[in-house]
């Protein structure tokens, strides 16, 4: 298993930008895909953006394509969520999560392939 810590989440006025980070601590992070879902008080959660393990596939849910970028710097064992232009129903608590195979081919955004959660992390924006 994998510990995952996120920060940098909080309150932003709409149009305004976060950066979240996720820390990675335990297994070599670095051979696995990291991944970022989040759930929004009464919704299920879902899929934000994922990044392969070597960084360089990524790929970003359709909502936030274009305002959001995932980003992984190996040699931090950190994943990056940098959220840009920022809408009141991005608000939701953002989830980073690392995938239970290594060194994966493919890259997935599938929930079920992730085994490793952070706690979480609150995302409000006001309009």
């Known amino acids: 298993q994998v510990q995952l810590v996120e920060s940098g989440g909080g309150l932003v006025h709409a149009g305004g930008s976060l950066r979240l980070s996720c820390a990675a601590s335990?297994?070599?992070?670095?051979?696995?895909?990291a991944g970022w879902f989040r759930q929004a008080p009464g919704k299920e959660r879902e899929f934000v953006a994922a990044?392969?393990?070597?960084?360089?596939?990524?790929s970003i849910a359709d909502p936030v394509k274009g305002r959001f970028t995932i980003s992984r710097d190996n040699a931090k064992n950190t994943v990056y969520l940098q959220m840009n232009s920022l809408k009141p129903e991005d608000t939701a608590v953002y989830y980073c999560?690392?995938?239970?195979?290594?060194?994966?081919?493919?890259?997935?955004?599938?929930?079920?392939?992730?085994?490793?959660w952070g706690q979480g992390t609150q995302v409000t924006v006001s309009s």
């Open positions: 999560a690392a995938d239970n195979r290594v060194l994966r081919a493919v890259l997935t955004t599938r929930m079920t392939d992730f085994g490793s």
């Open positions: 335990g297994r070599t992070f670095s051979r696995y895909t």
């Open positions: 990044i392969r393990w070597d960084g360089v596939r990524t």
